[in-house]
């Protein structure tokens, strides 16, 4: 049985010294093995809900261009050192958190009402499709709570969206109207087909799927 589509994964991530809700995933054991699940641990613990009240709206590969991780806080100084990593935009309770990563760990960085009803600014960082491909495969398998190895890619091909909504608006939502590139990726499980709607670094769900 499908488990509720609240968890990701996420890999990466350098230590981050105070940033607003910063949270290392070194606070209660091992990090996870995917961006995702990592993102969902770290909000957590940030709020102290369990995961799987938490939903996973997108997740993205980014170069943060500091050792602020794209959280800088105005009275501290950063490294400026390229940290290859990923951003997560997570949902618990009709708020919206985003949750930046590398070298596996990462932190809350916006409090909720900075980003409740909008969708939050979001990192530009064009990645290959094969990367895109492994992370909406390990979402997909993190949701359906399945080793990722039952999850097969059964397609992909390019696409130009319409406007930022990457072909699968929110009710409520209005979205810039800009053509962006991405693609169109299908996966299957026990007979089942899902597809992921991308740009050129976040994946997403297309149809969002719902817990069984």
């Not at 935009?89 to 409740?116: I, K, Y």
């Not at 990192?123 to 990722?148: C, N, S, Y």
């Amino acid at each position: 049985m499908p488990r509720s589509a609240g968890s990701l994964g996420a890999i990466v991530l350098m230590a981050v010294a105070g940033c607003a809700g910063a949270q290392s995933s070194r606070n209660g054991g091992e990090a996870p093995a995917d961006p995702a699940s990592l993102a969902i641990a770290i909000l957590s613990r940030h709020l102290s809900v369990p995961a799987a009240d938490i939903e996973v709206a997108e997740v993205g590969a980014i170069e943060w261009p500091d050792s602020s991780l794209g959280c800088p806080k105005s009275d501290r100084d950063y490294r400026p050192v390229i940290t290859p990593g990923h951003f997560a935009v997570l949902r618990h309770a009709g708020a919206t958190f985003r949750v930046h990563m590398a070298n596996g760990r990462g932190f809350v960085c916006e409090p909720p009402e900075a980003t409740a009803g909008k969708s939050p600014p979001v990192p530009r960082l064009a990645v290959p499709v094969e990367h895109l491909q492994t992370l909406a495969r390990a979402d997909l398998a993190r949701r359906v709570g399945v080793p990722l190895e039952e999850v097969t890619l059964t397609g992909s091909y390019a696409v130009v969206w319409p406007d930022a909504s990457l072909g699968c608006p929110e009710r409520g939502r209005s979205y810039e109207p800009t053509q962006t590139k991405g693609h169109v990726l299908s996966f299957a499980w026990r007979g089942r087909s899902y597809r992921y709607h991308t740009d050129l670094h976040r994946v997403a769900p297309c149809p969002p799927i719902e817990p069984e």
